[in-house]
């Protein structure tokens, strides 16, 4: 199938198996794109950058009129163009960022320790003694994390990197079925939709409450494969 039928069979039918071929077909472009474009003069990681790149293919997909004239590969050609200014506007962040990122584990582990210990969220008092941190450097590194936490009911914490945040939401709009979207948005809140309880996501489905838990299982998956693809554990 060539580029225009496979839009037009995601776009009549919600196949997503035909997006997905469809985008994978560009991936080489994005690729050579972010070589040619930026090459080792980033600090933002190449597998962040071709997220982006795929998500503007997406963009691209669902915008894209055939009777405009142009080609798709001309029209995703130029959504890619968009990948320099993610890197602008991210990789200043990134850079000022870096020594934070750094010590993100250090905190996220200490923070667990201390749940553990004390049955309830540390202080960050309590944090700096742990860690022997300064009580500054830990209000520094807080707001970087993301705990993104499927069981029990994906607690999306409040605060979160912007690079952990393209991961997921590269991840959800790539890899998750439409299903698995509901799922996942119903259960976190995720970009303000309405939170709701598990059954409630059930009866909504036409699925049991077990399919549903089933389903978090797979999205937990998703994510895991998608972080360690991207390296997220080094930020």
Known sequence: MNDNDLIKEYKETGNIQARNQLVS??????RSQINRRFGSGTIIPKTAIESEGIAQIIKAIDNYDPDMGASFST?????????????????HTVRQSEEVF????RVKEGQRSLRDKLGRE?????LSAKLKMSEEQVKRVLPQIKNVQIDMGFDVGKHYSTIIE?????????EFTPQEMIVFDGSTGYNGAE??????????????PAQVSHIK?????????????GNISRI
């Open 195 to 208: 939170k709701m309880k598990a059954g409630d996501i059930a009866k909504q489905l036409k699925v049991s």
């Open 217 to 229: 299982n797979k999205i937990a998956d998703k994510l895991k494969v998608s972080f360690e693809a």
């Open 75 to 91: 029209h995703a050609f130029n959504y890619l163009h968009k990948m320099s200014r993610y890197v602008n506007t991210y990789g």
């Open 25 to 30: 077909k560009y991936i080489p472009m994005i």
């Open 102 to 105: 750094g010590m993100v584990s």
């Open 166 to 174: 393209d991961f997921v939401d590269y991840t959800r709009k790539f």
């Open 122 to 126: 540390p202080s960050n008092l309590e």
